[in-house]
């Protein structure tokens, strides 16, 4: 019997605060206080009491995430239009390496006529701020990348790694990438299917643990239909031409079926490495040096990915380094002209030109590349519905005809501990609105009995010595077309087959789609926290 699960618990959010994110929080609070300020001034004035009624009210309805509005709230709706026209008015809503480049050469220039004393004009532009405020080390890069650096290191005595650092947050963590072979494919028992959807778990169980770095899993699949040009001409070469008939068109039917549906998938694993206790301790227990990081990320990693083999979570595993790691970024930003498994690029130039001002559907790379990506809501999932563990499976190899998109899903995996506090505190609440309802013999649409039913199987599930921990995740899909007009096409279609996985909405990501490409790469972006 096929394994299930239920992803029905956070299809409504719980409490005042639920679902909020931090900057929605404190804008509430704000409010709140200026409310509760407002009628402390004049308690006993009926002005004050009705002002400081409406700032709370105003308050609260102004920061609650609204499924109408993609999950956001009217305060989030409002900041995101204006940091767009701030982004427009700034010049980054277009990131063109070229540019770029030359208006750090127009710098350098002119820092060197200064130096020597040389009369010289001083370079104007957007492009040119950017690169003054550069320190001369950093490479350019668009906005979604930050502040991003590489190290490579050797894996084992056959392989480097990639180690990148991010930067954008304080304190910095970091990534390394893994291309995976999944199971072999055929025909095989439904319990036997199941086993590397299972056994992931268990790797997530591993990660979790208090003494392990790894704080993020994201697992990434990249789908290519399949170019079958080369066949097509050696065919029309050695084709015999005394071939009967009907056999050719045989074959010539079989071909177009084949070029619908075949497709390439590339998957890949990036560890996030963002506990930064663990990782310290880690650290400290190798020869002191400035490579004390590096060599704790290296051996925590080959201790999860063996573990991940031997409990065929995958049937096997290398390391990408600093030159496949290119490859694999150009191919996700421009898939018409770099192949995924590219060598002639290298990180200090892998950044193509990214577009969002020719059209907010989209991001156009290159002029010809027009990239959309949407967001699976957590609350996404059809409500209380038991789905196959392998369900995603559709939305990865299940798109006909065939279209270049990507499925990636961050797991943000939580200690036993953690999770079982929250587990208890969503419980406790989920039973109070379930006795409040009865004691007043309100009926409701089953709502609460589902959220109910979820949190008491979370409890169940992670009971202490069950060896079951918490996740948060966050999950992606992305396509590329070679015209505008596709987008709206491919995305009804998408939509389609997501359904087929339990999905009942993806929220597209309109008007922010050139950062919203960094959660479609193996980076290990892409979750809030």
Not at 455 to 465: C, F, I, Y
């Amino acid at each position: 019997m096929a394994r299930q699960v239920a992803l029905g618990g956070e299809f409504k959010k719980r409490g005042l605060l639920s679902g909020r994110s931090t900057p929605e929080q404190v804008v509430l609070w704000i409010g709140l206080g200026i409310a509760a300020m407002v009628v402390l001034m004049g308690m006993d004035q009926f002005f004050f009491l009705f002002a400081g009624l409406v700032i709370a009210v105003v308050s609260v309805v102004i920061t609650v995430p609204m499924n109408i509005h993609a999950g956001r709230s009217y305060i989030a709706l409002k900041t995101e239009s204006a940091y767009r026209a701030y982004r427009k008015h700034a010049g980054l809503g277009v990131y063109d390496p070229v540019h770029e480049e030359t208006a750090l050469a127009s710098v350098q220039e002119y820092r060197a006529a200064k130096k020597n004393k040389k009369k010289a004009v001083r370079p104007r532009g957007f492009a040119v701020r950017r690169a003054e405020r550069r320190k001369e080390h950093v490479q350019p890069a668009p906005l979604m990348v930050g502040r991003l650096s590489v190290k490579e290191v050797d894996f084992n005595p056959r392989e480097r790694l990639a180690v990148f650092r991010h930067a954008n947050c304080d304190p910095a963590f970091y990534t390394v990438i893994f291309e995976v072979r999944g199971s072999a494919g055929g025909v095989v028992e439904e319990d036997v299917e199941d086993i590397p959807h299972l056994d992931f778990g268990r790797v997530l169980a591993r990660a979790a643990r208090r003494t392990s770095a790894v704080s993020h899993i994201q697992s990434f699949t990249r789908s290519i239909p399949l170019d079958i040009t080369d066949h097509v001409s050696w065919l029309a070469d050695y084709v015999d031409p005394n071939a009967h008939g009907n056999l050719v068109r045989s074959y010539q039917e079989l071909c177009l079926q084949v070029e619908d549906r075949a497709e390439q998938h590339r998957s890949y694993w990036v560890l996030r490495f963002d506990n930064r206790t663990a990782l310290q301790r880690a650290a400290n227990a190798q020869q002191p040096g400035p490579m004390a990081v590096h060599a704790a990320i290296v051996q925590e990693a080959q201790a999860l990915m063996a573990q991940a083999v031997a409990h065929k979570a995958i049937r096997g595993y290398r390391a990408v380094d600093s030159q496949m790691a290119a490859g694999i970024l150009a191919h996700l930003q421009d898939p018409y002209t770099y192949a995924i498994d590219d060598t002639d690029l290298g990180l200090e130039t892998v950044w193509q030109k990214l577009d969002q001002e020719q059209t907010p559907k989209a991001v156009v790379v290159n002029n010809h590349a027009y990239t959309r990506v949407a967001y699976i809501p957590r609350d996404g999932f059809m409500a209380g519905s038991a789905l196959p563990v392998q369900a995603m499976r559709q939305l990865v190899s299940g798109i006909v005809p065939a279209v270049i998109h990507s499925v990636s899903w961050v797991n943000e995996v939580v200690d036993a501990k953690e999770a079982r506090a929250q587990a208890m505190s969503d419980r406790t609440s989920d039973k109070a609105k379930r006795h409040s309802d009865a004691s007043k013999g309100k009926i409701s649409d089953g709502t609460e009995q589902v959220m109910s039913n979820s949190s008491d199987q979370r409890a169940v599930d992670l009971t202490p010595g069950s060896g079951h921990h918490g996740v948060k995740w966050g999950a992606y899909v992305s396509f590329t077309v070679a015209s505008e007009e596709k987008l709206l096409q491919v995305s009804t279609q998408i939509e389609s087959v997501a359904t087929d996985c339990g999905i009942d909405r993806l929220y597209w990501l309109d008007h922010r789609h050139d950062m919203a490409l960094m959660a479609v790469l193996p980076m290990g972006r892409g979750i809030r926290t």
